[in-house]
């Protein structure tokens, strides 16, 4: 299967650790993004690449959130100092955009399900 | 400002009853528009997605929307469920950066 994977998939932490997670897009796919997702809710944007520059970060990435994609291919959202408010699920997800098309379709991985105690 | 809005958080029905799911975008969200399905402990699925075009669009699955511009909407039908269409549905919209509803948790009965 060659889907958007993930990891890892659960990660539990302390207030104030810093934790990386680690997306790795469907090959060949030009496009990253990155959703966090919490109870009850659905995603909430949160940035996205297109190779390895990235195109735009929502407001809800504090300074604390920093994302890259150093080669166009995987990607990692790290969260320094995590609060428990930072307990979610975090998704990422891949497309293919070509110019002349309308909206690509976004391909989800499973998502890491971060727990700050 | 932009918002993606799932008018019932929760619907039951039983097995082989039709459905619908409602989904209203607000006028500022780019009129391409997305269902996803997400099974229990699985990731999110593309079930379908209107563009442009017909404004009737279907899934493989028996799933149709429609796009209807002047109520601003594009609710989900099944005319039949199965157990095994039990999932969160969520609606979306945007062109790069998908604004979501906070989904409809659609429970099967039989």
């Known amino acids: 299967d060659t889907g958007v994977s993930q990891d890892p998939r659960h990660k539990i932490t302390k207030r104030g650790q810093n934790v990386t997670f680690r997306c790795d897009p469907i090959?060949?796919?030009?496009?990253l993004y990155w959703y966090r997702q919490t109870l009850g809710q659905g995603p909430e944007f949160l940035t996205y690449?297109?190779?390895?520059?990235?195109?735009?970060k929502s407001r809800l990435l504090s300074d604390r959130f920093s994302a890259e994609r150093p080669k166009g291919s995987f990607s990692t959202l790290e969260i320094q100092r995590t609060e428990q408010g930072d307990s979610a699920m975090y998704l990422c997800?891949?497309?293919?955009?070509?110019?002349?098309?309308?909206?690509?379709?976004?391909?989800f991985g499973p998502g890491t399900r971060l727990l700050v105690l | 400002a932009q918002s993606v809005t799932q008018l019932d958080s929760q619907v039951p029905v039983f097995e082989e009853a039709p459905v619908e799911l409602r989904c209203n975008y607000s006028?500022?969200?780019?009129?391409?528009l997305f269902w996803y399905v997400q099974y229990p402990n699985q990731g999110l699925q593309l079930l379908l997605k209107?563009?442009?075009?017909?404004?009737l669009v279907e899934s493989i699955n028996g799933f149709e929307a429609e796009f209807n511009k002047s109520q601003t909407s594009f609710h989900l039908r099944k005319p039949s469920v199965h157990i095994s269409d039990t999932a969160e549905y969520f609606c979306?919209?945007?062109?790069?950066?998908?604004?979501f509803g906070a989904g409809t948790r659609l429970a099967v009965h039989p």
């Open positions: 979306a919209g945007g062109y790069n950066k998908l604004i």
């Open positions: 690449f297109q190779n390895e520059a990235q195109l735009e």
């Open positions: 209107y563009l442009s075009g017909s404004t």
């Open positions: 090959s060949e796919h030009n496009r």
């Open positions: 997800a891949s497309s293919l955009a070509a110019s002349g098309e309308l909206a690509e379709t976004q391909y």
């Open positions: 006028s500022s969200v780019s009129v391409y």
